[in-house]
């Protein structure tokens, strides 16, 4: 398609993406924009980042650029880094050999699900596009000549809103089972409806996700979920039953929608809609307190019942547990997991309402994200006095904000640790044996 037949101009293309292209051309190398910011740009939306692909290998990429840095071992690849924006520069990918699994340079690898286990076999461009996954990304923006090459037919299927997946479609899926995922989410983000041939295959081999690495569903699932089209994403997932994959210990609950899990589920993501497309912020921590919270809740009911546990104690058991089975599906950084044990903390602190404990409460960390899990699980379980628990604490708030004792914005954000200081003073300190040469 050239120049004078589609919509994408320069301008409309980042500095940095621009300043790769040129190097790489005038290095003597093909070079595209490739994938996702050509097929948003032709729709007319704004890409989230732009990818370059190119026939110069990673070394040759790394000997023009001095900032850049070579990554990726299932999928080598050069980052391209100006400040904090980082461009990806590929080189073409190629066929695989048909002996995959005893590839002599170990260039390829499959496992005996047909799963790809490494994908550094490289080719021309032709090739490279039948290696993609769908066929509204395998579209080429020349830098050479401002052309748009397309090798799939994805022009033709955007503008009749389709998504395809490029070759046989069960064999694509197995190769790489989060293309299943990327169906669901590209069909909602650019609403596009999944074509039979690729939507059929997904129920029966949405098991297949049991294999993959609980540090890409992690990516995944912020893909899926923080980007404003959390709802559909989830009502997708779902009616393919891929989403008890991400939350397996939600799985059975969930096949009952009347159920509080499911209720839960689907009000969070709406809410989370909500807020992200109205410019607020939503933490994974609040996502994952929320996803968990009845899981926990039981297994807690059960420590307490036979181990004869306090209720708080279960509540601390039961979370570092149910985390620790999440993660073997979702890895869930610390950073993450610890504030959302806070929140279900939280959840009992949170019936504390003497004025003294409530004025502490209100300057937790947390305070606001627990505050918050209150009322949704209020609505979910329609429960009266869950109801006027939440109901006192916006009260007690709106009272605080008219005049009571200042906040802990107000007193700054060192308060509370001065105030915590003493106690932890007060501990005996324990001396590892490391300590001694400096005490002497
Ligand atoms: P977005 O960035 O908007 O989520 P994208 O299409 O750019 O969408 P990326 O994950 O950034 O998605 O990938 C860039 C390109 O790399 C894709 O457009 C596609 O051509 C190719 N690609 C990415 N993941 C896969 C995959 N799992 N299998 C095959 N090709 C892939
Ligand atoms: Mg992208």
Redesign the pocket.
Known sequence: MPRDKHNISRAQVSENALKVLYRLHKGGFDAYL????V??LLLGLE???F?VATNASPEQIKSLFSNCRLIGRRFRLAHVVFGRDVI?V?TFRGHHPDEDESSPKGHSKQSKEGLLLRDNVYGSIEEDAQ????TV??MYYSIADFAIYDFANGVKDLEAGVLRLIGDPET?YR??P??ML?AI??AT?LGLRIEDSSRVPIAKLAHLLDNIPPARLFEEFL?LFLHGKAEANFLGLYEYGLFGYFVPQLKSALKNADSFEYRMVHQLFKDTDTRINGGKGVTPAYLFAALLWYPVNAHAEQLAQEGGLAEYDALQIAAADVVAKQSRSIAIPKRFSLPARDIWALQHRLQQTQPRKAERLLTHPKFRAGYDFLLLRSRIEGDAELASLGQFWTEFQKGKEVGGAPTRQARGPGARNAEDAPKRRRRPRRRKPADKPQDS
């Open positions: 490739v994938g996702g910011c097929r948003d890409p989230k980042d990818d990806e590929a290696r993609r996954d769908f990304n395998a694509r190769e790489d989060v293309r990327r989410r590209f983000k893909k």
